[in-house]
């Protein structure tokens, strides 16, 4: 067997196999678009953001204010509870006693029946 010929048709059957990888690519390039998002080298890369110098003095001022609003709630917030008067509370105990003692004798009232 002469190795020369073996080694053209091996050469011709690679020849072949490239050009049906190619057209298989081509077909595949050609076909609908990718889905997703695109690949690395094509994303922009992002920079830093800057801030302008009267653009940070304003959000300074805008903060503080924000801040100063918010102290302000917690100062109104922590004034004193109104408390309940002695005279009151007792009102309203003597009337708690009475529903207490109605309650019991219709108790009382509806074991005898029963």
């Not at 890369?45 to 801040?67: D, E, N, T, V, Y």
């Not at 004798?105 to 509806?110: D, F, G, H, L, S």
């Amino acid at each position: 067997m002469d190795t020369n010929r073996i080694l053209a048709e091996l050469r011709a059957g690679r020849d072949r196999i490239d050009q049906a990888i190619s057209a298989i690519e081509a077909v595949n390039s050609t076909g609908r678009r990718r889905v997703g998002r695109p690949p690395r080298t094509a994303q922009k890369p992002r920079g830093r953001g800057r801030m302008s110098a009267a653009a940070r003095r304003k959000l300074s001022r805008l903060l503080k204010q924000r801040w100063a609003q918010g102290k302000m709630k917690r100062v109104q917030a922590s004034k004193p509870v109104h408390r309940m008067s002695r005279a009151a509370r007792k009102r309203i105990a003597a009337a708690q006693r009475a529903r207490w003692a109605k309650f019991k004798t219709q108790q009382r009232a509806e074991n005898k029946v029963a």
